[in-house]
């Protein structure tokens, strides 16, 4: 059974995988057949379905991995997620939908701290096994800007 | 220029003074001459306005501006600021409105800008009131010229600006036609807040020298190399550009293995490679074209990932740069899909956009306190002509020839 405790660590421990630079754990979080969107209020009020980052399968989600390791050019930095309490619409033995809100601070190579984004995850997750996954997780952002760039995944 | 401080070293375009990105007095300048002067400015698309009273916010420069579709079927355009003590008429970025009328002291407007009401225009029980004299017809926000060309709504302040059409020139205006040619639908908007003046921007955009080097994606996936079939014209004023390239395996040769590039390297692949499948939609070969008109706007077709950028100032260091991604309203669902993987590429997060977002920043925060030093714009020599070639910054220099013939500087100083 999936319950609230249960979501909220899943939660925990995707952020701190973030967080901690452990990049390579992120894609782990996901079912193999998933979606994942970053997109904001105005664009999911009006059913626009593009994002700012769009994957369909958890390779996707290594091959971002893999490009913010070996090509793509950012200044370090990372991050600090703050997650709220997820609301949850429904759960059962298979899995589970729920909503929940997010800060993400960013931390600077030049050691300044900012709030980049701030919004709520709506999910979709699924049991394969004993095994928690997402299937689906789209983080709409509140705001519509991007201070500069997005590397770390959210 | 009155207050001119900036050193321009001879008459040719290959010196750029550091100081044209941070000072704040050409900064001024350039709202009045090139924003507010003789050029077409990006506004919206004709499909953002689907019925009469359909507006959009935006900005010409940094003069806040609404784009209006009125009952006739035209679309008009006017400074986003009441007649009266300057505020905002429309707060939000769009919607659909009878008229509009200023939250301040209620003077409202009709959708084609003209002042139409004062609130107690004849006072209140014969006390106060607009003098007689008031007209209203002699107030209003500034108008501006505006001009549909493929879908793109310009808006200009100037009445000496030519047609779009003989602004744009021939050879843009058909590389803008080959991409909208048939109705497009917008599927996604973000904006991304640069750390840098926009000139840093418009330049990284026209220069094809640059876009092989910095993304690894563009190399390692042979989406665009300089040995790549492909050139840059650049139109006659300077301001407009296109660069183009055809992806061709046949082409693949060992320049770059050569030069012992960081951005050429061989272990990475993708696991999952259907963000690059696309499809062809074009009959012409060309996978990649990057097109700008002179000053702020872009259009983009990168495979099957269109989209349109406005980049606008918000002051000497900031920049907004405003995506709009696209795709045809005639898409299937699959084409569709397809747009949506490869957007991946392009935007805040993408595998190539992402580091154009990042390099204004690193020149503006580079050049800070080298104000009187210059930067050296010389790959392919020192002119602005088109090229087959595309290791060259023929098209930056372009950019500059308009942007000095607009701003009125001569070949010696600002």
Not at chain 2, 131 to 148: I, N, Q, T
Not at chain 2, 281 to 291: A, H, K, M, V
């Amino acid at each position: 059974m999936i319950d609230l405790l249960r979501l909220c660590a899943f939660n925990a421990a995707y952020a701190q995988a973030i967080d901690n630079d452990e990049l390579e754990r992120w894609p782990s979080f996901f079912a193999e057949r998933c979606l994942y969107r970053i997109t904001n209020v105005e664009n999911e009020r009006e059913g626009l379905p593009a994002g700012i980052v769009y994957a369909d399968s958890r390779a996707m989600l290594e091959d971002r991995i893999a490009a913010l390791r070996e090509a793509n050019i950012y200044e370090r930095q990372r991050y600090r997620h703050l997650l709220g309490i997820p609301v949850v619409a429904s759960a059962d033995a298979g899995g589970a939908v729920a909503t929940t809100p997010f800060l993400v601070a960013r931390i600077m190579a030049t050691g300044e701290t900012m709030v980049f984004a701030s919004g709520e995850y709506r999910d979709r997750f699924v049991l394969a096994g004993d095994q928690l996954l997402l299937a689906e997780r789209v983080a709409v952002c509140d705001s519509t800007v991007t201070d500069t760039l997005l590397a770390l995944p959210l | 220029m009155s207050e001119q401080v900036i050193q321009w070293h001879g008459a040719g375009l290959t010196r750029v003074p550091y100081a044209v990105y941070t000072d704040a007095a050409m900064a001024r300048v350039e709202q009045e001459r090139v924003f507010r002067g003789a050029t077409w400015n990006y506004l919206c698309l004709d499909v953002d306005l689907p019925e009469g009273g359909s507006y959009r916010t935006t900005a010409v420069g940094e003069t806040p501006v609404i784009v209006v579709k009125d009952d006739d079927g035209e679309i008009y355009a006017f400074e986003n600021r009441c007649a009266h003590r300057g505020a905002l008429l429309a707060l939000e970025k769009s919607g659909t409105v009878k008229d509009f009328q200023c939250v301040y002291h209620a003077w409202s407007y009709n959708r084609q800008g003209d002042l139409v009401g004062v609130a107690f225009e004849k006072g209140v029980k014969g006390q106060g009131g607009m003098p007689a004299s008031f007209c209203k017809e002699e107030h209003g926000p500034r108008k501006l010229r505006v001009a549909v060309f493929c879908g793109l709504v310009f808006g200009s302040f100037s009445e000496d600006v030519p047609p779009i059409e003989e602004y744009l020139g021939e050879e843009i205006c058909a590389r803008i036609e080959r991409v909208l040619h048939k109705p497009v639908q917008v599927i996604g908007r973000f904006t991304q807040a640069l750390p840098n003046n926009w000139k840093l921007y418009v330049e990284n955009v026209r220069d094809s020298y640059h876009a092989s080097l910095l993304h690894l994606f563009f190399t390692t996936f042979e989406l665009n190399r300089l040995s790549q079939k492909g050139g840059v014209i650049v139109d006659e004023s300077g301001g407009h550009h296109v660069s183009f390239s055809m992806i061709d395996p046949a082409a693949a040769d060992a320049s770059y293995k050569e030069q012992g590039l960081r951005s050429d390297h061989d272990r990475y692949r993708l696991k999952d490679p259907t963000v690059l499948a696309g499809f062809t939609e074009y009959d012409d070969g060309i996978t990649l074209q990057i097109l700008s008109v002179f000053p702020g706007f872009v259009l983009q077709q990168i495979q099957n990932c269109l989209a349109v950028r406005q980049v606008l100032p918000t002051g000497q260091d900031r920049t907004e740069l405003n995506w709009t991604y696209l795709g045809y309203a005639d898409d299937t669902p699959e084409q569709r899909g397809m747009r949506l993987k490869q957007l991946n590429l392009v935007g805040p997060a993408g595998f190539i956009s992402m580091e154009d977002g990042a390099v204004g920043g690193f020149v503006q925060r580079g050049i800070a306190g080298a104000q009187e030093l210059e930067a050296i714009v010389e790959m392919g020599g020192d002119g602005t002509e088109s090229s087959e070639g595309r290791a060259t910054e023929t098209s930056v220099r372009g950019f500059w020839k308009a942007y000095r013939a607009h701003m009125g500087i001569d070949g010696g100083t600002a």
